[in-house]
């Protein structure tokens, strides 16, 4: 089999050591083909390209290398083979990733990474994700997702060495507070997506200064943000005029005052969640449906208070709409969502029952 494997075209061999094989193969491989005139050239293809390292099998695309690594020896093969990585995706199902053990290499493939992607995991100490963050320079997209006890001194460090983040999620980051986010606005001001789901601790306070210092945001995700009011929505509303995706679902204290600033300021805006948000009414998708002409996914599932003359507006005015749920809207009938399902045919439609 090494024979053949070294008599392949380049572009099979490139398929075989990217696509059909394990992490675990990867490593016999490059020990069982890579004599002296063969090894420059396989790990040239190999990182010139992206291969998404798994618990299966990797997957390619042609211009950028990332890797995903799901334990000690998988990470130590890419410090062995010195590959320039642009994303890295540490998921929480790893087995004991110990960075600190890399340090001396770590700044050699780490130094170009654009892309970090951690879930928190119960191996992963704090040293060893100090010691990722403070090598990541370049960085315009971050994921920390999970990390229950994430205090402000990291995500300060963080932002101080990446001004031109553009992507940041730390859903679930429990601890994570107004002060934290404050100092993200203020240090990078070229966010256009910020995910702070289950961040139970932020208030208007953050979103004030959201809007005040990121008027290129895009995508908004406030999901349990329960301490979130009609205060903070409004500023995004005036500040963040290129919004284009929002997330509310359970941010009970949103009423219409919220949505109804939302709608006046976001004419682009295609994706909302109003999910559970009781305190709405019709007058609020009167807004929405006047202003927001390119709405194509509209989920309030669990909006009590909306009546048919909602579904009614929605159905006349917006045009573009393909996802529209109204499950546990109570006050909703089967008529008015059969009509709807008349006129806009090839929409999905959620509802509790037809």
């Known amino acids: 089999m090494t024979s053949l494997l070294i008599d392949f075209p380049e572009d099979v061999m490139l398929k075989i050591c990217t696509s059909w094989i394990s992490m675990k193969s990867l490593c016999r491989l490059d020990s069982a083909i890579c004599m002296k005139d063969k090894r420059s050239h396989f790990l040239t293809m190999i990182a010139s ?8 099998s990797p997957t390619t695309s042609a211009k950028e290398s990332t890797a995903n690594v799901i334990n000690n020896k998988s990470f130590q ?34 130094r170009k990474l654009r892309s970090v992607s951690i879930s928190a995991g119960p191996k992963l100490s704090e040293s060893s994700l100090l010691v990722l963050t403070k090598q990541c320079q370049n960085l315009d997209s971050l994921s920390l997702n999970g990390f229950k006890k994430i205090n402000e001194l990291r995500v300060g460090q963080i932002v101080e060495l990446s001004p031109q983040l553009k992507t940041l999620s730390l859903v679930g980051c429990w601890t994570v507070n107004d002060e934290d ?16 789901s289950a961040c139970f ?19 908004l995700v406030l999901q349990h943000c329960d301490k979130v009011t009609d205060k903070g929505i409004c500023e995004i509303a005036k500040h963040c005029r290129m919004l284009r995706s ?48 390119l709405l194509q996914n509209l989920q309030l599932e669990g909006c009590t208070s909306l009546t048919n003359a909602a579904v009614e507006k929605i159905s006349l005015k917006c045009a573009n709409l393909t996802i529209l749920n109204v499950k546990y809207c109570g006050k909703v009938t089967n008529e008015v969502l059969e009509e709807f399902k008349i006129a806009h045919q090839k929409a999905v439609l959620y509802t509790t029952a037809l």
Request: hydrophobic residues 35%; contains cysteine.
């Open 201 to 219: 601790e932020i208030t208007d306070e953050a979103l004030v200064s959201i809007a005040r210092h990121c008027s290129q945001l895009r995508t």
């Open 246 to 293: 929002i997330n509310l679902s359970t941010c009970l204290g949103i009423t219409d005052e919220g949505i109804s600033s939302l709608a006046l300021h976001s004419p682009q805006l295609q994706n909302a969640d109003f999910s559970y948000l009781k305190e709405i009414t019709d007058t609020s998708l009167t807004h929405l449906t006047t202003h927001c002409k």
């Open 49 to 56: 390209n992206r291969a998404t390292f798994s618990n299966t």
């Open 181 to 196: 986010i404050q100092k993200v606005a203020q240090k990078c001001q070229k966010l256009e997506s910020i995910d702070l």
């Open 77 to 110: 093969w890419l410090t062995n083979r010195q590959l320039s990585i642009e994303h890295f995706n540490l998921c929480k199902e790893m087995d004991g990733i110990t960075l600190e053990k890399h340090v001396p290499f770590a700044t050699k493939i780490f």
